[in-house]
């Protein structure tokens, strides 16, 4: 997954759905770890501003 | 300075986090609360919206944090019929943003400690017993250790998955929000508005809680499941353009509230979750302030209590699961069982409601006769009242 900065808000609605916990958010920015993320892909659909798209940045 | 150690170590400097601190530190513990941002209330996510009754538990009602007070929850329903509750008591659109560092500034004239900028990175353990924080402050790493970790940390909800707490939301119990603070609109100051339909708000409502004559908060929660194709931002503006075709977008914020029941687990040796991140938000209603602060106390108290027993382990804290059940949990569980139904009323069923609510007297409408008119007039619609009292209790 890959995180798009020039939407993302920084809410961690992302992190909450998480299966792994593999979103970080930080005061500045959320950072997705494709070393254990398995694609499930529920960051991507509740996303309130569609900022995280399939994808290794 | 910050010490090397505290009783107690708060995750969030939100309404419950700054609560749990409050209590805690009035039980005779030792307390430090972590905040990743720069000051607590910022940036806000938050409809803005509490009951008298709710906040008059905690704190007596001030105008500096006060936007609106409110007397009037409308339901509007699909095909634009409204519904005018008057009868759930006074309520109160805030300004978070001040709200929050009164109840900080609140937990550390009790003898807390806050320290901002601070970014919880995870838990310290000794042979698998937590015994502190890990945080990063102005680039470094820190350490601060403690006998009880309390996350506070919202949405979120890392600090219980690092305990090994099962914290992850199915799509089906999040809302996905957007909302405007917007200005240069005509409203009826003292009104709420809730709008309804599976094509204003699939799963969820639409908001307009105003914050003076002209400005409002403008949002949208739609259930996670349904918002794959299109998302709340699309649902919003639609509305915007028919509703406030004048209006001005000022501030805009995206975030998402939890609508589960409370987590199975809440409590652990040397932890405790509340608020958002322990999923203690009405899941109906989404309202999540008044609920995280009464859990906030009993968790700050028994906190509090832990301390003065020397009692860290699960068998102790779990007085707090306990009192929070009873107190609120149990209820939540019940709104939980009845979202579902809620999620998927169909436009008909939403204008049949609506329609029935006022085809009662104002005078009579409080929630018993209500259910007293509607086992008369129609059982199936007990249910669907129910639920639009809940619903107009988010005013509260």
């Not at chain 1, 500045?28 to 940045?57: Q, R, T, W």
């Not at chain 2, 910050?2 to 986090?17: F, L, N, Q, R």
């Not at chain 2, 004048?246 to 987590?263: D, E, H, Q, R, S």
């Not at chain 2, 409408?365 to 209790?393: E, G, H, M, N, Y």
Request: overall charge neutral; glycine content about 10%.
């Amino acid at each position: 997954m890959k995180v798009n900065y020039e939407l993302c808000d920084i809410c961690g609605t992302c992190a909450g759905v998480c299966p792994v916990d593999g979103i970080e958010i930080g005061e500045f920015k959320v950072n997705i770890d494709n070393e254990i993320c398995i694609n499930c892909l529920k960051c991507l659909k509740v996303c309130p501003i569609k900022a995280i798209e399939e994808g290794v940045s | 300075m910050t010490k090397s150690k505290y009783d107690v170590v708060v995750i969030g400097a939100g309404p419950t986090g700054s609560t749990a601190a409050r209590f805690a530190a009035e039980n005779g513990a030792s307390v430090l609360i972590l905040e990743r941002d720069r000051e607590p209330g910022i940036p806000v996510r938050c409809a803005e919206g509490v009951s008298h009754a709710g906040l008059i538990r905690f704190i007596e009602p001030d105008p500096k944090w006060i936007a609106a007070k409110i007397e009037v929850a409308k339901l509007i329903s699909p095909n634009g019929e409204v519904a005018y509750m008057h009868q759930n008591g006074t309520g109160y659109v805030l300004e978070r943003r001040i709200f929050d560092t009164e109840l900080c500034n609140i937990a550390c004239s009790k003898g807390a400690e806050l320290l901002t900028k601070a970014d919880a990175i995870g838990l310290i353990f000794e042979n698998e017993k937590i015994i502190g924080v890990k945080y990063k402050y102005l680039g470094e790493i820190k350490e601060v250790f403690c006998n009880i970790v309390i996350g506070a940390d919202g949405i979120e909800s890392r600090v219980g998955r690092w305990a090994g707490i099962k914290t992850d939301l199915a799509l089906e119990d999040v809302d996905t929000c957007v909302q405007y603070t917007m200005t240069n609109i005509n409203l009826d100051e003292e009104a709420c508005e809730f709008y309804f339909g599976q094509n204003v708000s699939p799963g969820g409502y639409l908001w307009v809680f105003p914050k003076s004559k002209t400005t409002a908060n403008v949002g949208i929660g739609i259930a996670g499941h349904l918002a794959e194709k299109k998302g709340p931002k699309e649902y919003l503006d639609e509305f915007i353009e028919k509703r406030f075709p004048n209006g001005k977008i000022n501030y805009t914020v995206f975030g998402g509230v939890p609508t589960a029941a409370t987590l199975k687990e809440i409590v652990k040796d040397n932890i405790m979750l509340v608020g958002d991140a322990a999923r203690q938000v009405n899941p109906i209603t989404g309202g999540g302030i008044i609920q995280g602060m009464v859990a906030a106390k009993i968790c700050g108290i028994i906190a509090g209590e832990a301390v003065q027993n020397s009692k860290f382990e699960k068998k102790f804290l779990k007085k707090y699961r306990k009192e929070w059940d009873k107190e609120l949990g149990n209820n939540q569980k019940v709104m939980f069982s009845l979202k579902e139904k809620f999620m998927c009323m169909t436009d008909e069923r939403f204008n049949n409601l609506v329609k029935f609510c006022n085809s009662v007297p104002q005078e009579e409408f409080t929630t018993a006769a209500l259910f007293k008119r509607a086992v008369k007039d129609d059982p199936k619609l007990v249910l669907d009242i129910a639920k639009a009292f809940v619903v107009s209790k988010l005013k509260k």
